[in-house]
């Protein structure tokens, strides 16, 4: 009933839908090619699933389709996009994933095979990644190089080429593999912007690889105030789907077995073998508690509040992580009753003197943070922060796991609370996690060390906080 209800809604609010892909094929597509179907391996057309289904005739803005691993994704991405070409008309849309590796080896090739061999909906110029579309009143091509006006285009991108991202205004996207650690959260930023003037439709197909932005941006709104129905399968395979119509967002969560050609063996093997939450979220497409998270008990509910006006008397402090690329900056704010600490603000800017950071980093201040940043071995940045008008201290702890404990403590107890609206620290605690050995053991290093500034920056600074009220108390 609830599928049916979506699809009728769909064809009220877009009744040109079928006449549009019909014109928008031509003979050299396939137009006998059934409906709601996608191709085998063989390019041979396979009917949707019941998953497929529920994201093809939703109309939110946003539907994220979270599932398992080869539960049909990729595959079902350049159906739904084409779909929402044919309601769309004439503009820009975007088809991004993760990695260039992943463009290039699953995107493009899928991408492909659906606008050209099926479809013949037009041509992909190569050098630039943009598939032109023809005008489906006449079958041309309006342009004559790849710089040209054309009727409509789908430029095709990794998330890891930020600036290949804000090149368009655009109607629709097809996000894949938007869970992997490689698809930022400055990414989707910057795709959010380019469709602000049409308020674009999304779709997300990915795994959940991590607790990061997808998890905090996207599931976890929908799921708050949305309602859920869930359907099972003969062989106990479960889609759930949550739609929220006030933040305008269908999550679509399904298990690989929902898929009619994931085998079932292969799917039980990986229930009896692999750690229930690693299970959860590469095979059923659902959020689990990482054991290899570091701030494993960080929880939006008891470690996030809502922005409010700081008190002007309440102790600023200011956490800085040092780069020539990426400078990163967190600020805390202690309420002198609880001395509980708020963070309030993030920075991370690249490409600026220390002079320019400082002045940066001091706009809109009521006055000079308490500031530590930096290794032992980083002397020369905060001189010359001192020399720009903004003293750095070295942080009281020297080793980066006591300082991530001392972190981890103020988390644990509360005492440690993030505004909502700061994206980029929220990001990072979601995907701030120890690497696995080639058995799969979680051992001591941290993956992907390097990316996370905000979060090196909190360590320091927290660290330096609970250091100075341990040593006032003593004292």
Same mark, same amino acid.
């Given at each position: 009933?609830?599928?049916?209800?979506?699809?009728?809604?769909?064809?009220?609010?877009?009744?040109?839908?079928?006449?549009?892909?019909?014109?928008?094929?031509?003979?050299?597509?396939?137009?006998?090619?059934?409906?709601?179907?996608?191709?085998?391996?063989?390019?041979?057309?396979?009917?949707?699933?019941?998953?497929?289904?529920?994201?093809?005739?939703?109309?939110?803005?946003?539907?994220?389709?979270?599932?398992?691993?080869?539960?049909?994704?990729?595959?079902?991405?350049?159906?739904?996009?084409?779909?929402?070409?044919?309601?769309?008309?004439?503009?820009?849309?975007?088809?991004?994933?993760?990695?260039?590796?992943?463009?290039?080896?699953?995107?493009?090739?899928?991408?492909?095979?659906?606008?050209?061999?099926?479809?013949?909906?037009?041509?992909?110029?190569?050098?630039?990644?943009?598939?032109?579309?023809?005008?489906?009143?006449?079958?041309?091509?309006?342009?004559?190089?790849?710089?040209?006006?054309?009727?409509?285009?789908?430029?095709?991108?990794?998330?890891?080429?930020?600036?290949?991202?804000?090149?368009?205004?655009?109607?629709?996207?097809?996000?894949?593999?938007?869970?992997?650690?490689?698809?930022?959260?400055?990414?989707?930023?910057?795709?959010?912007?380019?469709?602000?003037?049409?308020?674009?439709?999304?779709?997300?197909?990915?795994?959940?690889?991590?607790?990061?932005?997808?998890?905090?941006?996207?599931?976890?709104?929908?799921?708050?105030?949305?309602?859920?129905?869930?359907?099972?399968?003969?062989?106990?395979?479960?889609?759930?789907?949550?739609?929220?119509?006030?933040?305008?967002?269908?999550?679509?969560?399904?298990?690989?077995?929902?898929?009619?050609?994931?085998?079932?063996?292969?799917?039980?093997?990986?229930?009896?073998?692999?750690?229930?939450?690693?299970?959860?979220?590469?095979?059923?497409?659902?959020?689990?508690?990482?054991?290899?998270?570091?701030?494993?008990?960080?929880?939006?509910?008891?470690?996030?509040?809502?922005?409010?006006?700081?008190?002007?008397?309440?102790?600023? @402090? =200011?956490?800085?992580?040092?780069?020539?690329?990426?400078? $990163?900056?967190?600020? !805390? #704010?202690? +309420? *002198?009753?609880?001395?509980?600490?708020?963070?309030?603000?993030? @920075? =991370?800017?690249?490409?600026?003197?220390?002079?320019?950071? $400082?002045?940066?980093? !001091? #706009?809109? +201040? *009521?006055?000079?943070?308490?500031?530590?940043?930096?290794?032992?071995?980083?002397?020369?940045?905060?001189?010359?922060?001192?020399?720009?008008?903004?003293?750095?201290?070295?942080?009281?702890?020297?080793?980066?796991?006591?300082?991530?404990?001392?972190?981890?403590?103020?988390?644990?107890?509360?005492?440690?609370?993030?505004?909502?609206?700061?994206?980029?620290?929220?990001?990072?605690?979601?995907?701030?996690?120890?690497?696995?050995?080639?058995?799969?053991?979680?051992?001591?290093?941290?993956?992907?060390?390097?990316?996370?500034?905000?979060?090196?920056?909190?360590?320091?600074?927290?660290?330096?906080?609970?250091?100075?009220?341990?040593?006032?108390?003593?004292?």
């Amino acid at each position: 009933m609830e599928l049916a209800l979506r699809a009728a809604a769909n064809q009220q609010r877009y009744p040109q839908t079928a006449q549009l892909i019909s014109q928008l094929i031509t003979n050299n597509g396939r137009p006998d090619f059934p409906a709601r179907h996608l191709l085998d391996a063989d390019s041979n057309p396979v009917p949707f699933h019941r998953a497929q289904d529920y994201a093809y005739d939703s109309t939110a803005r946003i539907v994220a389709m979270l599932a398992g691993t080869q539960s049909g994704k990729t595959s079902f991405g350049p159906w739904l996009l084409a779909k929402w070409i044919g309601e769309l008309g004439s503009g820009d849309y975007f088809a991004v994933t993760s990695s260039y590796d992943l463009f290039k080896l699953k995107m493009l090739p899928e991408f492909l095979r659906v606008f050209e061999e099926v479809l013949g909906l037009g041509r992909f110029w190569l050098g630039d990644k943009i598939f032109e579309l023809r005008d489906p009143r006449t079958g041309e091509f309006w342009a004559k190089r790849s710089v040209d006006r054309m009727y409509a285009r789908v430029i095709l991108r990794s998330a890891q080429s930020l600036s290949g991202l804000e090149s368009a205004t655009v109607k629709a996207m097809w996000l894949d593999e938007a869970g992997q650690d490689e698809f930022s959260v400055d990414a989707w930023k910057a795709l959010r912007r380019r469709g602000t003037i049409h308020k674009a439709r999304v779709l997300i197909t990915t795994t959940l690889y991590n607790l990061g932005w997808l998890k905090q941006q996207i599931i976890d709104p929908a799921e708050k105030t949305g309602t859920k129905i869930v359907e099972r399968d003969a062989h106990g395979g479960e889609i759930e789907v949550t739609h929220n119509a006030t933040e305008d967002i269908d999550l679509v969560q399904f298990d690989s077995i929902i898929n009619p050609q994931f085998d079932y063996s292969e799917y039980e093997l990986a229930r009896r073998t692999m750690p229930d939450d690693e299970f959860l979220m590469f095979y059923r497409g659902r959020v689990a508690q990482l054991r290899s998270l570091i701030y494993d008990i960080f929880r939006r509910k008891e470690n996030t509040c809502t922005r409010f006006p700081i008190p002007p008397e309440w102790k600023r @402090y =200011l956490g800085l992580d040092f780069g020539g690329v990426n400078t $990163a900056g967190v600020y !805390l #704010a202690e +309420e *002198p009753e609880t001395k509980k600490l708020y963070a309030y603000r993030e @920075y =991370l800017a690249g490409g600026k003197s220390a002079k320019e950071h $400082a002045t940066d980093m !001091l #706009a809109g +201040e *009521p006055g000079k943070p308490r500031a530590y940043g930096g290794a032992s071995s980083e002397g020369q940045w905060r001189t010359e922060f001192a020399s720009g008008g903004l003293p750095i201290r070295q942080p009281e702890v020297s080793d980066v796991e006591i300082e991530i404990r001392r972190t981890y403590a103020q988390v644990k107890t509360e005492q440690l609370i993030v505004f909502d609206d700061l994206t980029g620290t929220l990001d990072q605690l979601g995907r701030y996690r120890r690497k696995r050995d080639k058995a799969g053991n979680i051992t001591d290093e941290i993956e992907n060390k390097n990316d996370f500034h905000y979060l090196d920056a909190l360590r320091y600074i927290v660290s330096s906080i609970r250091s100075e009220h341990k040593r006032n108390w003593l004292s």
